[in-house]
C-alpha cells in the first residue's frame, strides 16, 4: 500500500553533517504521521524523530537541538537533517509511516559516525 525507500546514509566524521531522505510511494493520502528511528549494533530500534500531518515535530532527547525532521509534500519525501554527529549515532535508520490502517517502514539506511 505504502512503500518507503531511504537514502542518503554513508561515512561521516563526527562533528560532520548528513542528510537522509525517505521516499514515499502508493497510498500516501491518509498517512498521519512520518517519522525516524534508528537501530545501533546490538541494541533494540529507538525512535528519532517524528513529523505529523499538520507539521508538527518532536524529537528524541538524544537528538534535541542537533536533527531537524522536515518534509517535501510536492515530492512526497521526509528528511532528517543530522548535524553535530557523534560516534554514538551510528546505526541504520529507519523511515516509518503511519497511516489509518496500520504503520510501513523502509529498509533502512546505514550511518556511521567515526574518525
Known amino acids: 500500500q505504502v512503500q518507503l525507500v531511504e537514502s542518503g546514509g554513508g561515512l561521516v566524521q563526527p562533528g560532520g553533517s548528513l542528510r537522509l531522505s525517505c521516499l514515499a510511494t502508493g497510498y500516501i493520502y491518509s498517512l498521519h504521521a512520518m517519522g525516524w528511528f534508528r537501530q545501533a549494533p546490538g541494541k533494540q530500534r529507538e525512535w528519532v524523530a517524528t513529523i505529523t500531518r499538520d507539521g508538527t515535530t518532536t524529537y528524541a532527547d538524544s537528538v534535541k537541538g542537533r536533527f531537524t525532521i522536515s518534509r517535501d509534500d510536492a515530492k512526497n519525501t521526509v528528511y532528517l537533517q543530522m548535524n553535530t554527529l557523534k560516534p554514538e549515532d551510528t546505526a541504520v535508520y529507519y523511515c516509518?509511516?503511519?497511516?489509518?490502517?496500520?504503520?510501513?517502514w523502509g529498509k533502512g539506511t546505514l550511518v556511521t559516525v567515526s574518525s
Open positions: 516509518n509511516a503511519q497511516g489509518t490502517m496500520g504503520g510501513f
